[in-house]
């Protein structure tokens, strides 16, 4: 297989009309030369001051490659799976509908050949090597050449990188953030009931205490009932007097103590 058949060369993705260089949009190659030297401007007469050229790009961007190109005229029905190509005039030019030009338009990866150049010829008698006759119009005769192609390798795209570059300066750094527990306290929730009765007993308990907070103020004596002997009761009760209780003070007592204290020991010697 030759290097024409199979090797480095872009697919035609796209054909159309052009008036000129200026309407000619932009990645497209204007045929303004036939490979016989003519001029390969279509339906220049003395009545048209202008008239139009046929053009063709090889932009992969879209995806999309031109698998065969047919000529019908106005009376043939468009074939399926081909479209009429674009026309890029000036607003007072027009195309000739008596011989139309249409293209079939498939994605790049749906076929292994393509059609790869386009070219005009003015004479109908000559002929070009590796170039496909595809029919005349309006007194030119149109070629083209189709074979493998050389798919564009897929690109990877970029990935975003989220961070912004300048949040890695020095100078723009923001603070640092308060340091939190890890154990944080659990929130205060309302008081209850239960808390509350506890708080109550708590504050009577401290009530019952002794001013100085010791121990000692409480004796054995509290909480028992105190009442007289009955034969205390019954003599009061019948002289109704008050009761003949001699009182004694500490010092009586201690004296009255010491001196049983003495007998006692004397008793035991």
Known sequence: MSLMERGNVRPVTAVAWASNSGTCP????????????ASANFTRT????????????????GGMVVSDIRIISDKDSLPHGYCFIAEHLEPK???????????????????????LDIKLTAKSKMMLQH??????IHGYVLWYRKGYFSKPTPQAKPRSVSLDIRQLSLEQQS???????????PPQLPPSRLSHRRHTLQTKDELDKPADGSIHGI???????FSLHPKFET????????LNIPIKSLQDI????????????????
């Open 131 to 136: 170039y496909t006759f595809v029919g005349d």
């Open 219 to 225: 004796t054995a004596l509290d909480g028992v009932p």
């Open 254 to 269: 201690e004296n009255e103590v010491s001196s049983h204290l003495i007998l006692f020991i004397g008793y035991i010697n």
């Open 93 to 115: 030019a027009t195309v000739s509908k008596k011989k139309r030009v249409c293209v079939r338009i498939v994605p790049v990866g749906s076929v292994e050949t393509a059609v």
């Open 175 to 185: 603070p640092p953030l308060p340091l939190r527990p890890s154990n944080p306290p």
């Open 46 to 61: 003395f009545g048209m001051k202008s008239g139009y050229y046929l053009c063709y790009s090889k932009d992969s961007a």
């Open 235 to 242: 003599q009061a009760n019948e002289t109704n007097s008050d």
């Open 26 to 37: 932009k990645d497209f190659t204007l045929i303004s030369l036939t490979e016989d030297g």
